[in-house]
């Protein structure tokens, strides 16, 4: 059996993976750097040096990803451009809502829902 090492090119693998991927410039890739550094630096010093409440530290580990991939990748490849769209900002504010929301009421309980 012979295999034959075939070089992909990134918009073949992005094409073959089906991923919808957004090619970023200027004020939205220093923005997307930032946000990536400072979630792997936040993820150091939390399981490394801080004493936070798991659930705390999960929440806003996961929230920063969530809002990093929806930064990334597109709801669809007819939205693959560089600029946002409103889709992309409202994904984003109900991340940020949805884990604000667990993060300030989490020692509340469920009484503040009732």
């Known amino acids: 059996m012979s295999t034959d090492n075939v070089a992909l090119s990134s918009a073949e693998l992005d094409k073959e993976a089906g991923s919808g991927s957004r090619h970023l410039g200027g004020f939205y890739l220093k923005l997307t750097t930032i946000l990536a550094i400072a979630i792997s630096l936040y993820a150091i010093y939390s399981n490394a040096l801080s004493n936070t409440q798991e659930f705390y530290r999960n929440a ?18 007819r939205y693959s451009t560089q600029k946002f769209n409103y889709l992309d900002y409202s994904f984003i504010l109900l991340t940020l809502v949805s884990y604000g929301y667990f993060y300030f009421t989490y020692t509340q309980g469920a009484s503040i829902l009732f």
């Open 60 to 77: 806003i580990f996961l929230s920063g990803i969530l809002v990093l991939g929806f930064i990334l990748f597109p709801i669809s490849e």
